[in-house]
């Protein structure tokens, strides 16, 4: 199945499904304690890459430490089906982290911000698969504070009933302000 994936190159080079390599980036602003700075990271699913079975689910205090509740989209999920993705930002201003969600279906990862005092800032989708289906797939780019957030949209088949695969892929783009919100760029 061939899919259109204009950052296919960059998306492969960091899979956040790699268990082992969950560490703590400690990245200091440049210049001023305005700024946020982030490694260039690629958040995307990548299934081949990840064993299901192995990956440690949230605990009911990650649960609530992290707010979770508050995160709309989470509704109707189980404890179960939560997982702890990486801290990719930390300082004394806050942090960034992801959490993913697994299903028998879907896997999703949620980008979220964190303000000095732990308190839930923002979440935004940045990568999504239909492990059934793929009629959609989200993966994101990070680069210092700016998310590029790729959607590509899957049909088979057209009007005539030939089996032809299209795909439209849209961009969106995003800015992480010096407060850690997440806002559209």
């Given amino acids: ?30 210049l001023s304690s305005l ?10 699913t990548k299934l081949k890459d990840i064993d299901l079975t192995r990956l440690p689910r949230l605990t009911p205090e990650e649960y609530d430490r992290l707010q979770l509740a508050r995160v709309k989209d989470l ?14 930002f930390t300082n004394d201003q806050g942090k960034i ?3 993913k969600v697994i299903t028998d279906g879907e896997i999703t990862e949620y980008l979220l911000s964190y303000d000095k005092d732990g308190n839930l ?3 935004l989708l940045v990568a999504y698969e239909d ?5 959609s ?22 009007e005539d009933g030939s089996n032809a695969e299209k795909s439209d892929t849209a961009f969106t783009n995003y800015q992480i302000t010096p407060e850690l919100r997440i806002v559209n760029d």
């Fill in 137 to 158: 797939e989200v993966s994101s780019k990070i680069n210092s504070n700016k998310i590029i957030v790729q959607t590509v949209n899957f049909t088979y088949g057209d």
């Fill in 121 to 123: 800032l923002d979440n």
């Fill in 97 to 99: 982290l992801t959490i």
């Fill in 35 to 44: 700024n946020v700075e982030l490694q260039e990271t690629a958040l995307s």
């Fill in 1 to 30: 199945m061939k899919k259109v994936n204009l950052f296919g190159f960059i998306l492969l080079s960091v899979v956040l499904f790699s268990c082992g390599n969950k560490q703590v980036k400690d990245v200091q602003p440049q």
């Fill in 131 to 135: 492990m059934v289906e793929y009629y």
């Fill in 75 to 88: 509704g109707g999920y189980d404890l179960s089906d939560l997982t702890m993705g990486e801290i990719l």
